[in-house]
């Protein structure tokens, strides 16, 4: 069975009077032994937890928070149970027994089926610490520490999304009663802790069960993050979104929020002011856009990224097209006028173009022949997307006259009848349709003629 060591090693604290101390991890007050690290709640700072990194023996050793390893100051050797609780890795359930400070089980080389293995990979993780505002941050503690080249404690830090080995501290010394002698040690955490709120701390044991153990394993207590107020300089870090496309709806478009899609991180101001350039919500129509993000942080440190937004408009106009028309023509006349109303278009986007294939403008109102004219309307937005409607123009040449002005025999004298006269006016010759006083002249006369028939329904 192996014996219980406790070593230590001293090392020199670097006082650095700018800095302030903003957590502090002592490990409480009391005598006790066999409480576990895993579930640990410590006043203060929150719940400690362990995670197994590696291979671990049926008999491995385990991390405790008791006073089995009391806490020393720089300098003293170690004392089994006291007052003062440390966090330390120990025997769990082996032939040593449970919690008996940093002391280690390995097991007999080649016996581990009569005495069990001791083979451990174990990391214990401090509660999240929240480093907003704090920047330059170093960690500092006491601790003591034995062991192999194999059988060895490494320092780790999380930076809230990857933990990475920080430190492998120097193995400490032994006092001449065989104690360890308690030490500190400080290194500075990395750049990503500072304005960190979810930074960790944790301290990682690997040992085989070669039966080779060196007493002590491993112990840490008054666990210092230390951090100043310097001054500011660095503006945010700012990742624009990737290029954006929009297509358009009923509304044509709306510029959205990117605000919420832009990774940014500074070294204090854990919320630096954000702005978009053009503003969320604006109006765009179809195009390509510049989008500008900004970010000042409190300190006035600015910084801005660009990307861009297309804007495509793949919707065609839409038509409300108007009824087919039926119109009539005076005998022997061949053709009549016929009013077409303008088709109703909705465009979602920007303007358009509106022609017809019967004049090619957008008012299709003229002198149709006897028959049936099919009239196809046509509109092209902006960009290039196109709609089309038809009406039909039935146009009925009736066998007899039709009563006096009644030009379109519909058999009322009407605005439609006034239309045709208008489109008269001023004809001369013998085949002039709506002259009234066959004078071989569409003229003044006419239009009295007109006048006095006006709104008369024919027999």
Same mark, same amino acid.
């Given at each position: ?7 230590? &090693? ?5 006082? *650095? ?13 009391? @005598? ?28 491995? $050793? ?26 330390? &890795? ?45 920047? $330059? ?52 955490? %990395? ?6 709120? *979810? ?35 660095? %503006? ?39 702005? *978009? ?8 129509? %179809? ?33 409300? @097209? %108007? ?8 005998? !022997? ?58 009406? $039909? ?14 030009? $379109? ?16 006016? !001023? @004809?001369?010759?013998?085949? @002039? ?27």
């Amino acid at each position: 069975m192996k014996k219980l060591l406790l070593l230590a &090693l001293m090392f020199p604290v670097f006082a *650095q009077a700018q800095f302030v101390t903003f957590w502090t991890e002592d490990f409480g007050f009391g @005598c006790n032994t066999g409480t576990y690290a895993d579930g640990y709640f410590s006043i203060g700072t929150g719940v400690w937890t362990v995670t197994e990194t590696g291979f671990n023996a049926d008999t491995d $050793n385990n991390w405790f928070i008791s006073a089995a390893e009391n806490g020393m100051d720089i300098g003293e050797c170690g004392e089994a149970c006291g007052n003062d609780p440390t966090l330390h &890795l120990s025997a769990d359930g082996s032939l040593l027994g449970t919690d008996l400070g940093a002391a280690y089980f390995e097991g007999l080389d080649g016996f581990c089926d009569l005495f069990g293995c001791g083979g451990t990979d174990k990391r214990v993780e401090s509660p999240t610490i929240n480093c907003s505002g704090m920047a $330059n941050i170093v960690i500092d503690f006491l601790y003591i520490e034995g062991g192999t080249l194999i059988d060895n404690a490494t320092l780790w830090y999380f930076d809230g999304t990857t933990w990475s080995e920080l430190a492998d501290m120097p193995k400490t010394v032994t006092c001449p009663n065989g104690q360890g002698e308690w030490s500190s040690f400080s290194i500075d955490l %990395p750049f990503s802790s500072n304005n960190n709120t *979810q930074v960790k701390i944790g301290f990682r044991w690997v040992n085989n069960d070669d039966g080779t153990a060196m007493d002590p394993s491993f112990a840490v207590d008054k666990i210092n993050l230390n951090g100043d107020f310097a001054t500011d300089v660095v %503006p945010p870090i700012l990742t624009c979104p990737e290029p954006a496309t929009i297509f358009t709806e009923d509304y044509c478009a709306i510029l959205p929020d990117y605000i919420l899609q832009t990774i940014v991180t500074d070294d204090v101001d854990p919320f630096p002011q954000m702005t *978009q350039t053009p503003e969320i919500g604006s109006d765009i129509t %179809p195009g390509i856009y510049d989008i500008l993000i900004e970010a000042v942080d409190n300190s006035g440190n600015a910084s801005a990224c660009v990307f861009t937004v297309t804007v495509i408009d793949d919707d065609a106009p839409v038509f409300e @097209c %108007p009824d087919n028309i039926t119109a009539n023509a005076v005998p !022997g006349v061949g053709s009549a006028f016929v009013s077409v109303e303008i088709p109703a278009v909705l465009e979602n986007c920007g303007s358009f173009t509106l022609v017809n294939d019967f004049n090619g403008t957008n008012d299709a109102s003229g002198t149709y022949p006897v028959g049936s004219t099919d009239v196809t309307f046509t509109a092209t937005d902006e960009s290039g997307n196109v709609a089309e409607c038809s009406v $039909n123009v039935n146009v009925i040449e009736n066998d007899v006259d039709c009563c006096l002005g009644d030009f $379109n025999c519909d058999g009322v004298i009407s605005v439609a009848d006034l239309l045709m006269l208008l489109m008269d006016f !001023g @004809c001369v010759g013998a085949n @002039c349709a709506t002259d009234m006083d066959d004078n071989d002249i569409v003229g003044a006369t006419d239009l009295q003629i007109f006048t006095g028939l006006f709104a008369t329904v024919c027999p």
